[in-house]
């Protein structure tokens, strides 16, 4: 979704997304002075002179106004003459809570529980879009209008007269093109919707429909929003074209099976927009760098007629291309992109055009090789392979804004944390974000696991569908194939994130994506289910809330949940199989972060040692999903009451944060790392982990690796820990030390080395071994150490691997000779979505309670990089005996606030006495930076950083 204003539609875009805050903390007012410049300024479309104007986005002008109040007359309010006094004007095509919040309505909407305080009952009734634009229209030329999607249904009027109505126009990823050219006059003109509330609601039960329509909804990831995202996400289009019409120009790669060749076969769709017989010539070009790869083909269309166009290899050589520039993942090559670029012409002037980007690449699935009684699965498990090389996926799940803003600058940063965390993917379940999030995914070399989501209309039976939601659903389908086929970062689409589609369904979808010459995997369902014709899944989900690190390490048979006859593998989060959504659940954000949506009564909800007597204790907290004994995320008694076993209790917020951030370190790093360990298993091995979630759409106390505000919680840097390039690592199931290499390039000259050093921070045992070369993403186990005799019940093993005197990866774990012990049985048989431990089965660290203040010495000083600051930070350890500095964070700060967002090399460090790190933190710039360092046994304090 493009930002521009009505004087200028590309200029100005940078400007405006850069002025759209997402916070919701400090919402954007627009005054009398806003609505007075809405007033005079009306969007252009088309210009006076010039042989193509192509398309226009319409992003500016558009006011909202509720049908209370400005009625239900379309053909008056789409009459260009209408007064809109007292409409609120919007940015840009939105949901109705985005315009209310742009307009001042509901400042600090996310503070405390204000979002439930906004009243719902106002959008119980239609509300009007209105835009009043300008067009230019042409002899010869031809107007058209496109809708890119309805969140609730709408009635579509222009310049008085109704183009379309509500019984097809709906559906959030639908898009419909309607030829206005009898309608439009030269001047002004109105386009008018007359909207009515998304009908959608959170449905685990497919048995039971709620709602009608095929839209979007956030399930149980975050409170729905009061208006249940009701309105525009994406900007309608204008076009006017010539005698014909160019559309769904793209390219179709054949690939080598070495890449060594590529064989492209470029696609279009010609149609007529006259009554005569009329030839094109169709003519384009392929780009990248210095290849440039021209072609053209005459059509001969009939009236009215639209015909696909191809040219083949066998038309014209230059389009196979010998050894193309491959797209790869970040971490395994790089991300070169083609240009494809079409037009159309009738007797010698242009007539329309259209363009694409593409990578080649070639991704592929298989299902795992099944052992005969070991392997879990009687299908086995999904496995992705990218370039023909498999791998291992690594990513998180995707939430937008609560309100659907969108800001390219936005995503950027979030892309920035994901490539910092050493992620490799992203699922859209559902909620689909503008194609400009999906070329910048392109751009970043970072997968994009798509599909429909969960507990809605999708999930229902077709056998509850009418015709038109059947249409609804080929409709929306066949759309979000062609917007996503050539977008290289997209590696797959799951057309069921909980239940498979039915045959019906399945049809409905499979001859969508076939139509549009789809061509990676199309999966089922996200759960272990089949549907009749792509078979098997091999793919599972859950766990959701708090398990400890043994958990995710485990892939025995005991960690099958087979007490639920057809959903034995729901709520296994063990490191087995191709794991679509599973995290350790609440994710407490750092004080610093608390701070700012939150009061300190607020706060004390979550930290209460009240909360650490049993699941259920707690308070239901208003930043979680609601409260349900599905797994009990609006209660901190199941995540308090385990973290309070292990680690031991607390009495203030202080102590509170010093232990959640430790523990949430611990078990996202457990995670990731287990996910990649038992990936070598020949019976059940891992094959891919989406951590549930990514990120929130507000500020949130669960399922999220980084904070809406940018906040990195232990979580953040437990999984960048997790998911180094190169990396060693613990074993929480047999206490072996691992290294993976999840790069393209073979790693050569390393040793690993591991020291136990107990709590008084004597070293009881050492071994170093040498490491023959690992191949690309290989994992390997490198030694299985005995902990030695005798040390403290709570010790540390210090992991190092490194290449000569270089270090390549350290790791610290705080461990325990009293293990954690869960309770398999009783887990399955409560069908719940985290662990129940054995009575005293938790583990022991509260050894670390005991540790004396450490004593660090720190220097810091900043440079400039472009438009960044790069602040180094070296902390030494300077105290004497056997201290560690533990868990020792560094936070930045300018003119008395955060630096956010932040990228780390490295951060919540463990040092023992006469040890240092250096670590750097890369940032916009910003003057007079001063470093603040914390940690477990660490007095605060701050360093001057300029």
């Known amino acids: ?76 309010i789409s009459s260009p003459g209408y007064r809109a006094n007292g409409w609120l004007p919007i940015s840009k095509p939105q949901t109705l809570m985005a315009g209310l919040v742009e307009n001042g309505r509901y400042p600090g909407v996310f503070t405390g529980d204000n979002l439930a305080k906004v009243p719902a009952e106002q959008f119980k009734d239609n509300w009007w879009y209105r835009e009043q634009l300008t067009v230019r229209p042409r002899p010869g030329r031809h107007t058209f209008l496109t809708m890119n999607g309805i969140n609730g249904d709408a009635d579509l009027w222009v310049n008085g007269r109704k183009i379309a109505d509500r019984a097809r126009l709906r559906g959030s990823y639908s898009r419909f093109e309607f030829d206005i050219t009898a309608y439009v006059r030269n001047g002004a003109n109105a386009i008018a919707l007359d909207v009515a509330k998304n009908q959608d609601e959170f449905n685990p039960d497919p048995s039971k429909p709620v709602g009608k329509h095929l839209t979007l909804n956030m399930v149980d990831w975050n409170p729905p929003s009061p208006d249940r995202y009701t309105g525009l996400q994406s900007a309608p289009q204008l076009a006017q074209n010539g005698p014909v019409s160019v559309r769904d120009a793209h390219v179709v790669q054949h690939n080598a099976k070495d890449l060594s060749t590529s064989d492209l076969t470029v696609k279009a769709s010609l149609r007529n927009n006259t009554g005569e017989p009329r030839r094109a010539a169709f003519s384009g070009s392929i780009t990248r760098g210095k290849t440039r790869i021209s072609f053209s083909k005459t059509v001969a269309l009939a009236p009215h007629e639209t015909k696909p166009v191809t040219v083949t290899p066998a038309d014209n050589r230059g389009l196979h291309l010998a050894h193309p520039d491959i797209w790869w993942p970040y971490q395994m090559g790089g991300q070169p992109m083609y240009h494809l670029a079409v037009a159309a012409g009738v007797d010698g002037a242009r007539s329309d055009q259209d363009a694409d980007d593409f990578g080649i690449r070639t991704v592929t699935s298989r299902l795992t090789k099944v052992v005969p009684g070991k392997t879990h699965g009687s299908s086995g498990y999904r496995q992705f392979l990218v370039n023909g090389v498999p791998f291992i996926v690594r990513g998180g799940g995707w939430s937008q804004d609560m309100f659907l803003r969108y800001s390219p600058g936005n995503i950027a940063d979030q892309l920035s944390y994901v490539k910092n965390m050493g992620l490799n993917a992203l699922r859209f379940e559902g909620n689909f974000p503008p194609d400009d999030m999906f070329a910048q995914l392109d751009r970043a070399g970072i997968l994009a696991m798509t599909g429909w989501q969960c507990c809605d209309r999708w999930e229902d039976n077709s056998s509850t569908w009418d015709d038109a939601t059947k249409a609804s659903a080929a409709n929306q389908a066949a759309h979000m194939a062609a917007r996503l086929r050539d977008h290289p970062s997209v590696f797959t689409f799951f057309l069921g994130s909980d239940y498979a589609p039915d045959a019906t369904k399945e049809d409905i979808y499979l001859n969508a994506f076939r139509a549009a010459d789809w061509k990676t995997p199309l999966v089922p369902s996200a759960w272990y289910e089949s549907s009749p014709k792509l078979g098997a899944s091999g793919s599972k989900e859950g766990s959701y809330n708090y398990a400890p690190p043994s958990y995710w390490w485990a892939n025995g048979p005991e960690t099958v949940n087979s007490s639920i006859p057809g959903r034995m593998f729901m709520f296994n989060g063990s490191a087995w199989g191709f794991e679509a959504e599973a995290s350790a659940g609440n994710t407490i954000p750092t004080q610093d972060s608390l701070d700012r949506f939150l009061t300190k009564e607020d706060q004390q909800k979550i930290w209460d040692p009240a909360t650490t007597k049993g699941p259920t204790a707690g308070a239901d907290l208003f930043h979680t999903s609601a409260y349900t004994e599905y797994y009990k995320l609006a209660r901190m008694g199941v995540y308090n009451t385990a973290l309070a076993k292990r680690y031991g209790p607390w009495s203030d917020a202080a102590g509170y944060q010093k232990t959640v951030q430790l523990g949430e370190y611990e078990v996202a790093r457990a995670q990731f790392e287990a996910y990649i360990g038992n990936s070598t298993d020949k019976a059940n091995p891992s094959t891919g982990v989406i951590y549930w979630m990514l990120n929130k759409a507000w500020p949130s106390l669960q399922w999220s690796l980084y904070g809406y505000d940018f906040d990195q919680p232990g979580v953040y840097f437990g999984a960048k820990k997790a998911n180094e390039p190169v990396h060693i690592m613990y074993s929480y199931r047999d206490g072996s030390v691992q290294v993976a290499n999840q790069t393209n390039t073979p790693q050569k000259g390393l040793h690993a080395t591991v020291e136990f050093i107990d709590i008084n921070g004597k070293v009881r045992g050492k071994q170093t071994v040498p490491l023959s070369a690992l191949s690309r993403q290989e994992v390997r186990t490198a030694m299985r150490p005995k902990v030695p005799a005798g040390i403290s019940r709570t010790y540390f093993a210090k992991l190092t691997l490194s290449r000569g005197s270089t270090q390549v990866s350290r790791n610290v774990y705080w461990l325990s000779t009293k293990a954690d012990k869960v309770d398999w049985k009783s887990t399955h048989a409560a069908f719940q979505g985290y662990a129940n431990f054995e009575k005293d089965g938790y583990a022991d660290l509260s050894g670390l309670r005991s540790l004396g203040d450490a004593s660090v010495k720190v220097t810091a000083h900043t440079r400039r990089e472009g438009a960044d600051s790069v602040t180094t930070i070296t902390v030494r350890n300077v ?48 003057a007079g930076p001063v470093v603040r360092l914390s940690g477990y046994n660490l007095k605060t304090q701050q360093i001057n950083a300029g």
């Not at 088309?46 to 009625?71: E, F, K």
């Not at 090399?905 to 463990?910: A, E």
């Open 879 to 926: 105290g004497g005996g056997g201290t560690p500095a533990l868990f020792t964070r560094a936070d930045v700060f300018a003119g008395g606030r955060q630096v956010l967002p932040i990228r780390w090399s490295d951060n919540n460090i463990t040092l023992w006495p006469g040890e240092q790190q250096t670590i750097t933190a890369r940032y916009r710039a910003a």
């Open 1 to 76: 979704m493009s930002r521009s204003t009505s004087k200028s539609r590309a200029g100005l875009a940078t400007a405006i997304a850069a002025a759209v805050s997402l916070s919701g903390m400090a919402a954007i007012t627009a005054g009398s002075a806003a609505e007075a410049q809405a007033d005079a300024a009306q969007a252009t479309a088309g210009t006076p002179d010039g042989p193509d104007p192509g398309t226009s986005a319409l992003n500016s002008g558009w006011r909202i106004q509720s049908s209370a109040v400005a009625g239900h007359d379309g053909a008056k």
